[in-house]
């Protein structure tokens, strides 16, 4: 299990490198503006610029740990997302949340997140709209998108927040398209983290899985490019997303 992500009862915003911090590993190079595009974005019905090349792309790559697998009567225990373009991360996002119900045993043991940990933890309400905020015009990225985003739009609808359609690659299903059998066991995160060699192992915490998926991303973006493919709309014809994508 990793360390506690820093200050876990607030919302981070942190650009990397040029703060205090060190880059990751398998940060590409030194981040630039986190909030300025990296190119006008040619918006088309959808919302998305499906010509943008991956290496300008702006991702977010999110994970969640939460009380239970049920969106509607589980609840949120921790928030974690890195926001990265090409090889930069740009910023890292991290809090736990307040639940509001008891933290079961099991998760405790699998976690590491107690009710002592998120007493006092900010609710959903204040930590949603920051989260929101950090993934603005980025496209959502998840290992089992369904899960979290299914999380994520229970949450806005019991904070009575809209739900900002975004598009969303799941790297569980890109890595099924661009991994063979023969070279893993499973498609888990862990898995594929150890098969790239991903600095941050999954730990079921959620900066350390948001960091080892984000690192399985660019791995997975390498193979996209080594095969000819190097924009936006290639990418989603790997996940099943033949076209302009229904976004979620």
């Known amino acids: 299990m990793s360390s506690q992500v820093p200050d876990p009862f607030v919302p981070q915003s942190v650009s990397l490198p040029g703060s205090r911090d060190a880059a990751p590993p398998w940060s590409g190079g030194p981040a630039r503006e986190v909030t300025v595009p990296a190119r006008p974005v040619r918006k088309t019905s959808a919302g998305w610029d499906p010509d943008a090349p991956l290496e300008r792309q702006v991702f977010v790559v999110v994970d969640l740990e939460t009380t239970g697998l049920d969106p509607e009567s589980d609840r949120i225990t921790e928030i974690a997302a890195v926001r990265l373009r090409g090889g930069d991360v740009l910023a890292e996002f991290a809090t736990l949340v307040a639940p509001g119900v008891p933290v079961p045993a099991f998760i405790t043991s699998l976690t590491g997140i107690s009710d002592a940990m998120v007493t006092g933890a900010p609710p959903l309400k204040h930590v949603l709209p920051a989260f929101r905020e950090f993934a603005r015009d980025a496209v ?109």
Request: glycine share 10%.
């Open 140 to 248: 959502l990225v998840a290992h089992n998108a369904p899960f979290d985003v299914g999380f994520l739009r229970a949450a806005c609808a019991s904070c009575g927040e809209p739900w900002p359609h975004l598009v969303v690659v799941d790297t569980l299903e890109l890595a099924r398209t661009l991994v063979s059998r023969g070279e893993v066991g499973s498609y888990k995160l862990g898995t594929l983290a150890r098969l790239f060699e991903a600095p941050s192992p999954a730990d079921h915490r959620a900066i350390g899985d948001a960091r080892a998926t984000a690192h399985i991303l660019r791995a997975l973006i390498d193979r996209l490019r080594r095969a000819g493919v190097h924009d936006l709309s290639g990418l989603l014809q790997c996940t099943g997303h033949p076209g302009e994508p229904g976004l979620v």
